[in-house]
């Protein structure tokens, strides 16, 4: 069965001919294709499929910047005391 996406122009969910997923400008993911019944271009935006794998991305990043943080804290402090 095909995809089932709402068509402004029909103003009803409709079967879509080649639907294919992209990805806007802002880097939204999409499904894109084309109604069935009256050729119209139509999307719907699509949840990200590898959503986890980007928060642990994330995580891991937050982590290597607040050691940095600290190291350069470190620095800065056993400086200080030096003088």
Avoid: F, H, W
């Amino acid at each position: 069965m095909a995809e089932q996406i709402y068509c402004i122009k029909c103003k009803t969910k409709t079967d879509t001919e080649n639907p294919k997923k992209v990805t806007s400008a802002k880097g939204a993911n999409m499904l894109q294709g084309q109604c069935k019944v009256c050729n119209c271009k139509k999307s719907k935006l699509i949840k990200r499929e590898e959503k986890e794998e980007v928060k642990e991305e994330a995580k891991e990043e937050v982590k290597k910047e607040k050691k940095k943080g600290r190291k350069k804290e470190k620095i800065i402090s056993s400086s200080d005391n030096n003088e």
